[in-house]
Every structure is written in C-alpha cells, then in structure tokens.
C-alpha cells in the first residue's frame, strides 16, 4: 500500500481509504461488513472513513466492533459531523453544543479514545463560524480529535475558515473531502488551488461515481439486480449519472482501461490519484474481493496519452462548475 501526506500535517494516510457509506448498516449485513474490514486490513489499508450520519449512527458501530481488537496506532479513522442524526433542533449543524456531544457519540460508537481526523460534514450558515472552530480546537487540546477538516465545502467556504483560525490562533483544518471522478470534478477549478496554496489535502469520495464508472450500467437498460441504482437507499445518489449520453461515453472507456491492465473501476480510482493534491480515495465495497481489487489503483500510474485520451471521451458530459458543491444541509 501506499501512503500520503495529509496536507501539512504529519499524518500519512493509506492511497486507498476504506469508507462505509450506504453499506455498513444498511446494503451489507455485518458479518459481510466485518469480513470486507478484514479484507482491507489484509491488503494494506489503514484509514477507515464513517460518519455519524450513515445509517443513523450504525454504520460508526459496525465499524468499530469490526476493527475491535486492531492495534489502536496503525489505524487513521475519520467521521463526520453537521448531518442530522435526531429530530431535535441541536441534532444537526456544527453549533458547540452539537459538535461535543457527536463526537462523544463517535468515540463510545467506534470504541476508540480519539478520532484521528473529525470532518465538518456540511457548512453550517445558521452558525457563528467562530463559534464551530472554537468547539472543534477545544476537541484537539482534549486529546479527542487530532486533525480536523471538512467535507463538501466551497473554496471562499473553507478560505474563510482558514483565515479565522489563523485571526483567532485555532487549529486549522488539514483536509478537504469532496466528491470528486472523471465525472465529477467541481473541485478542480476553485477547491483544489485553494488546498495546495493552503496545505490542505483532498480524501475524495465516489472515486467510481456511484459505480458508472465501473461500465456496469448500460445505456437503455435497466439497472443491475443488486446494484446501488436498484437499492433504495442508493438510487438517489446515482440517478444524475443514469444518463445515455454519459454511459455511453463510459463504454468507451473499456479498451482504455484493458490497454493499461485495469478494470474500468480501478482506472477511475486510479485517476483521481493522479491529482497531486489528493491524498486519497474513499472506496466502499459490499464484499471482500471489491476491496482487493481497488487496492490496485493505489499502485497504478497513467500516462499523459492516457489521461487526455480520457478527456476527449468524457469531455461533454463532465460536471466542472463550482457552485454545484453540496455545502448546504
């Protein structure tokens, strides 16, 4: 495996980073999950992202029951904080009150005494800016957090921020985690130049776009049995690519990747890495094998030919506008 300095910290993180959105506690049972956590500390991983979000809090606790009795030191694990996770008013949003009491929450779910990196998971605009990076520093002086960052927030988003810690003498947050694929690269225009200028790193999510990219949808045909546009808790967040003009373009890709010895999936989590400032790819799985195999694209380099030949394919159906950033919630 290999590994990545996160922004200007002195943390290293693995190039492929396990996540369990949509699968932990929901699409995947937990012996599965368990099995897929082993899997991916055989083949080298040893960042695990979560949030407390998925699956109203379960995935956080399959998670940590699956690396229960891992040597503590050789893991980074990440979760989240902003999503609502309760019907109360401060069930939500990145005000003191919530940020305490979701990271205690995370810790006593993961079983663990510390999180290694904890995410502001959306921008909260009903909050003092001030008043969220305040909770999130007192966290690190605690000795609960140990780097922080933020995931889904706009360049002039994360710049403000930045500015702020640095006016009020806080921690600054050393990691950005967008969704980013050949597909989705809204990062690269505004995101990505503030993070390198800044000494944030990207940990970029849906690597393979909710799956299209691996060519298992088909233009005109209905989504595969078992696939995530067939699942009802996934189906929302794949049906923007479920497009005939994108898939089709996505088949075009299939001798590329044969001619770099890839599958398609790891060809698009191989791309991202190419990006420098991406430290590395979120990549789920449902079972063991898929997370084997994504291990792959870790140690897979594209040449330039390559890179721009996927470009012309790809090129007019590539969302690249800045303000399609998810930062509210």
Request: glycine content about 8%.
């Amino acid at each position: 495996m290999e590994f990545s300095r996160l922004g200007n910290s002195g943390l290293k993180v693995s190039r492929i980073a396990y996540g369990n959105w949509l699968t932990h506690g929901s699409q995947i049972d937990e012996d599965t999950a368990a099995e897929c956590v082993a899997a991916a500390l055989d083949v080298g991983i040893t960042t695990f992202d979560t949030a407390d979000v998925y699956a109203g809090t379960r995935a956080e606790e399959v998670l940590g029951r699956a690396l229960k009795g891992h040597r503590r030191e050789s893991l980074e694990i990440s979760t989240k904080v902003c999503l609502p996770v309760g019907s109360g008013p401060n069930d939500r949003g990145l005000s003191r009150k919530h940020i305490m009491e979701s990271a205690h929450g995370s810790l006593r779910r993961l079983g663990t005494d510390y999180l290694d990196i904890y995410y502001a998971h959306r921008f909260d605009r009903d909050t003092p800016l001030a008043e969220t990076l305040r909770a999130f520093d007192d966290l690190i002086r605690q000795g609960k957090v140990l780097y922080i960052g933020v995931s889904e927030w706009t360049a002039d988003e994360i710049r403000q921020a930045l500015r702020l810690a640095d006016e009020l003498g806080l921690e600054r947050f050393v990691a950005s985690q967008p969704q980013y694929s050949m597909l989705w690269r809204v990062i690269e225009e505004e995101v990505v130049p503030l993070c390198e200028q800044e000494g944030l790193s990207q940990m970029v999510w849906s690597p393979v776009a909710q799956g299209v990219l691996s060519g298992k949808y088909l233009p005109g045909r209905p989504a595969p049995a078992g696939s995530r546009a067939a699942d009802a808790n996934g189906a929302q967040w794949v049906a923007g690519f479920l497009r005939d003009d994108v898939l089709e373009r996505v088949q075009r890709l299939a001798p590329l990747a044969r001619e770099a010895g890839l599958t398609r999936a790891q060809l698009a989590i191989a791309w991202t890495l190419q990006n420098p400032n991406v430290a590395a790819a979120v990549v789920g799985a449902s079972r063991p094998q898929q997370v084997r195999n994504n291990v792959v694209a870790a140690e897979a380099t594209l040449d330039a030919d390559l890179m721009k030949q996927i470009d012309e394919i790809l090129d007019p159906v590539v969302e690249r506008d800045p303000k399609k950033t998810d930062s509210a919630w």
